[in-house]
């Protein structure tokens, strides 16, 4: 048997709730987009749809969705530290919307570095083909982390360290896959010489 765990705080649990019912709630008010973002994993005809205007990445829907991804992260974060008793200068409720808008924050950073550089470079379109692979790696990762961060705050501390390693492996294979993707369909539209740069920026980020 498991040893009890350490990091089961009762709003933990309130928290998860709330992060269920959010995307749930998507789920049934916006059947179509969610479907369509699921399949959008697999499917290269989406990112050419997004670039052009009026994709959903422009819609209030997915600030919703991207809001909802950092305090999915957040929590994960959260458990993980808690689980190996890291101590900061905060704790609580209040480390846990400290570590999501920081997660937020820093993301929408990175995607505006991205468009920067895109600007430079005179590469606007394969930067906007590149943070659409961004956006629907956060979306992906949010359905995956979501059972993880309900399983990992109800289980026993003996079981942790799977759920970390886990969470690992999910952003490990998300990464690569969609950055092998975006290399694939930015090379095999543009010119390579200019795009050595370019990709090499979008190593970075990752």
């Not at 994960?76 to 937020?104: E, K, M, N, R, T």
């Not at 956006?135 to 399983?151: G, Q, T």
Request: aromatic fraction near 20%; include cysteine.
């Amino acid at each position: 048997a498991g040893k009890i765990k350490k990091h089961g705080e009762r709003w933990v649990l309130l928290v998860i709730l709330c992060l269920v019912l959010g995307f749930s709630i998507l789920r049934i008010a916006f059947r179509n987009d969610i479907n369509m973002l699921i399949t959008a994993f697999f499917d290269p005809r989406f990112l050419a749809q997004q670039t052009s205007a009026g994709g959903f990445f422009n819609s209030w829907p997915f600030i919703v969705l991207f809001v909802l991804f950092g305090f999915t992260m957040g929590m994960y974060l959260y458990l993980v530290g808690s689980y190996l008793q890291l101590s900061y200068a905060f704790s609580g409720v209040a480390w846990y919307i400290i570590l999501s808008l920081l997660i937020i924050g820093l993301l929408v950073l990175k995607v505006y570095v991205l468009r920067f550089f895109g600007y430079l470079l005179v590469v606007q379109k394969a930067v906007g083909v590149y943070t659409s692979i961004l956006f629907l790696s956060y979306f992906h990762a949010a359905l995956l982390f979501l059972p993880l961060i309900v399983a990992f705050s109800l289980s026993a501390s003996a079981y942790a360290v799977f759920y970390i390693y886990t969470g690992i492996a999910i952003v490990l294979f998300i990464t690569v896959f969609q950055a092998i993707r975006g290399a694939i369909h930015v090379l095999s539209h543009y010119q390579f010489p200019k795009f050595y740069l370019f990709i090499y920026f979008c190593a970075l980020e990752i």
